[in-house]
């Protein structure tokens, strides 16, 4: 009788993909600057078996036929027919979905050299997390964190038994997924945390990954700086 595959084999890498400036962003102004570069992360995870790839993205958003042709070009070049693509929903970046006319029209003129690049860059990183895989260990938890509002909740035209509490319709936690090679070090963590990234929104007009672009970093900082830190969006 066969043994059965338990050994699990992790790699991550990451890749800048900021755009150049002048670019619209995501509440239609072009950008006049960077606060902080914005990276496609990829954690590939393997039970020998079968791969199976997680990437996260700093930017709004990305339409189906473009997640679809990365998948094509992922399994092509490594065979993982298996990616997971998840965008942060930074609205300091370009709008990448196609239902903004201005900003489409820009992602199809002057901003096509940056699109198609952006799609192998993609492909790129998949394909060096896949080089890194090695014997790694998994370990999943959840804390309390709180920094979301519902925005639902119409407090000006609720009466005050209607109206709902800001704790009301939220999540109040963050999960978190860690990847440990077999020196107990992190090769990837990810997390998972319900809030819309807006913090900067009008704000300013300098391209950036908001809030889970200084998270990533934080947690870069305390782990060091090998350590591939990704956010999953929930809404």
Not at 40 to 67: E, H, Q
Request: glycine letters at 8%; a negative charge.
């Amino acid at each position: 009788m066969n043994e059965p595959h338990t050994k699990l084999l992790a790699g991550a890498a990451e890749i800048i993909i900021t755009p150049a400036l002048d670019g619209p962003l995501n509440v239609v102004r072009p950008s006049t600057g960077v606060h902080d570069d914005l990276f496609a992360r990829a954690l590939v995870i393997s039970d020998t078996l079968k791969k199976t790839a997680i990437v996260s993205l700093d930017l709004a958003g990305v339409g189906f036929a473009f997640t679809d042709e990365l998948r094509e070009q992922i399994k092509q070049r490594t065979g993982i027919d298996t990616a997971l693509v998840n965008c942060t929903h930074t609205h300091s970046a370009p709008f990448t979905m196609p239902y903004s006319v201005t900003n489409w029209n820009w992602l199809m003129k002057e901003g096509r050299p940056w699109y198609d690049a952006l799609l192998a860059n993609i492909t790129e990183v998949v394909c060096w997390a896949n080089a890194e895989l090695s014997e790694a260990t998994i370990r999943i938890g959840r804390e309390p964190v709180q920094i979301g509002l519902n925005r639902r909740a119409d407090l000006q035209k609720q009466s005050d038994d209607e109206k709902l509490s800001l704790d009301d319709g939220v999540i109040p936690w963050v999960d978190v997924l860690r990847i440990d090679g077999m020196d107990g070090n992190p090769i990837a963590i990810l997390f998972s945390h319900a809030a819309h990234p807006v913090t900067v929104h009008h704000a300013s007009n300098l391209i950036g990954a908001d809030y889970p672009g200084y998270a990533v970093e934080t947690v870069k900082r305390h782990f060091g700086g090998k350590t591939i830190t990704g956010l999953r969006r929930r809404y």
